[in-house]
C-alpha cells in the first residue's frame, strides 16, 4: 500500500509537504487537483504496481468485477459516505474481495483508496485502469448495439473483422440491444468509441430520409428559380 501511495504522489506531483490526499495542503497549494487527474495517477500506481508483481492480468479481471460491484447502490452508497466507519468500510471491502477472489493487491489498494478519503473515486480508477491495460496489451474495446442479442458466434465474427480494420492485437467485444434499430448493428469502436459504422436498418432509414429530404429541398429551390425567371 505505502508504494503504491507513493506511486500514485509523484504521478499527480504532490508538492513537498503535501500528502496524496492533499489535507495537509492549501487549496492554492494543491491547485485544486481534477478529479480525472486523481483516477489517473492512482490508475497508474496500481498499474506500476501490478506490472513488477506480474499481476496486471489478474488485477485487470478484479477491476471487471469490480466495475459491476460499484454499481450496486447498496455497496456505492456505504462506501462513499463520508461518516461511515472506516474498520467496516475495510471489513466490506475484504468480504467483497474474498467472494469475488480478488488479488490481495486489489484488496490493499481499495483499502487504500478508503485510507486517502479516494474510494468516491474508484469508478473512474477503475476505468483509467482499463484504459491503460488495453494499452499494454493493445486491445481495441468495441460495443456492437443491436436490435436483439447476437449470438456468440456472430460476436466472434465481428470481432474478427474489427481486428482486421483496426489491426488490433485484441479485441473486447460487448453486445448491448436497442429494438428501435429494427434489424442490423452499429458497432462503435475506436478511442472513446469516437468511431461508428452504421448497419442497421434505422440507420439506412434515417440516411434515405435525410436524402429524400435533401432532394425535396433542392428540387424546391429549383421550382422557386424558374417562377422567378
Not at 461511515?84 to 483508496?113: C, E, H, M, P, W
Not at 442479442?149 to 436497442?178: C, F, M, P, R, S
Not at 432509414?205 to 429524400?212: A, I, N, Q, S, Y
Amino acid at each position: 500500500m505505502k508504494a503504491v501511495a507513493q506511486t500514485a504522489a509523484r504521478g499527480l506531483r504532490i508538492p513537498a509537504g503535501c500528502s496524496v490526499l492533499g489535507s495537509a495542503c492549501s487549496q492554492q497549494q494543491q491547485g485544486r487537483t481534477p478529479p480525472e487527474q486523481v483516477a489517473k495517477g492512482y490508475a497508474k500506481a496500481l498499474m506500476e504496481l501490478a506490472q513488477s508483481k506480474g499481476a496486471a492480468d489478474a488485477i485487470a479481471a478484479d477491476m471487471e468485477k469490480l466495475e459491476a460491484l460499484v454499481e450496486n447502490p447498496d455497496v456505492v452508497n456505504f462506501l462513499y459516505n463520508p461518516v461511515a466507519d472506516v474498520s467496516k468500510k475495510r471489513q466490506l471491502i475484504g468480504t467483497l474481495g474474498k467472494d469475488g477472489g480478488f488479488s490481495k493487491y486489489t484488496v490493499n489498494f481499495l483499502n487504500l483508496l478508503v485510507e486517502k478519503k479516494r474510494i468516491n473515486a474508484v469508478g473512474s480508477v477503475i476505468k483509467a485502469f482499463q484504459d491503460l491495460y488495453n494499452d499494454m496489451t493493445q486491445t481495441q474495446v468495441a460495443t456492437v448495439v443491436s436490435a436483439i442479442k447476437l449470438e456468440n458466434e456472430q460476436q466472434a465474427l465481428i470481432a474478427k473483422k474489427l481486428q482486421t480494420l483496426t489491426g488490433a492485437k485484441n479485441i473486447k467485444l460487448k453486445n448491448e440491444v436497442d429494438p428501435e434499430l429494427i434489424a442490423g448493428f452499429v458497432l462503435k469502436y475506436g478511442k472513446g468509441q469516437s468511431e461508428e459504422i452504421d448497419f442497421s436498418v434505422k440507420g439506412q432509414l434515417d440516411r434515405l430520409r435525410l436524402e429524400f429530404e435533401s432532394g425535396l429541398g433542392a428540387a424546391a429551390e429549383e421550382a422557386e428559380e424558374k417562377v422567378a425567371a
